[in-house]
């Protein structure tokens, strides 16, 4: 029993002598590990005490603590990221809620099918080109070269881009179409609508490296879905 408080005493004195040394992440890391024992010693001193009941409800804290430990450390599978889609008459673009990376697709045209991520800024200024009569698709392409190559711009005619305007529109925006920008389920409460908004928004904001069209096409789509919730 003396041995038992003695290296009760040691291992007291070990934590004190590393919670001074120690950063916050190392005395967490020391608690864990060091608090089960302590604890397994103390209801092992007061079982040899003859305090049976006090010294086992100890002991069963300290193997529901280890075993707590363990389940900490275990490594947790990510979640998987929301993304958002916006199709235009040419592309259909895709935005990672959590990288913001921005990838999208060819629907129609001389590169239909191909990927952007694929393609060279050449063969995208191409595009672009290609689909100037689509006010739309040019916004959208706009939005993934300024993600991707932020200095397309230099040495363009700034008359000719539409990045910082807003393109006219077809008809209004289908509800399907706004869930979709949002990234969200049929039938997501006022409450979600808000924050796939300004989440999006503190991505896609032109005060923010994004664009005036993608603003615009999230504000319409919040709009559209919070409608029914008035």
């Not at 673009?93 to 050449?122: I, N, P, Q, Y």
């Amino acid at each position: 029993m003396t041995i038992a408080i003695f290296a009760l005493l040691l291992i007291l004195a070990l934590a004190l002598f590393a919670f001074t040394r120690a950063n916050p992440a190392g005395i967490a890391a020391a608690i864990r590990l060091a608090g089960p024992m302590i604890l397994g010693i103390a209801g092992l001193i007061l079982l040899f005490a003859g305090r049976s009941g006090l010294g086992g409800t100890l002991l069963s804290g300290a193997v529901a603590w280890f075993g707590s430990n363990r389940l900490w450390q275990r490594p947790q599978k990510p979640s998987p990221g929301r993304k958002s889609s916006v199709r235009s008459a040419a592309l259909e673009m895709e935005l990672d809620h959590d990288t913001g990376d921005l990838t999208g697709s060819v629907l129609a045209g001389r590169h239909e099918g191909r990927r952007l991520s694929d393609m060279s800024v050449e063969e995208l200024m191409e595009l672009r080109n290609e689909l100037s009569s689509d006010a739309e698709s040019v916004q959208l392409l706009e939005a993934y070269l300024d993600s991707r190559f932020p200095a397309w711009r230099q040495g363009t005619d700034s008359k000719q881009s539409g990045g910082q305007g807003s393109a006219p529109r077809s008809g209004p925006m289908s509800k399907q179409e706004a869930y979709d920008i949002l990234g969200l389920e049929m039938g997501a409460s006022a409450t979600e609508i808000r924050k796939a908004h300004r989440r999006l928004m503190q991505r896609l904001h032109p005060d923010m490296g994004g664009t005036a069209f993608l603003a615009a096409r999230i504000n319409e789509a919040r709009d559209v879905l919070l409608f029914d919730h008035r």
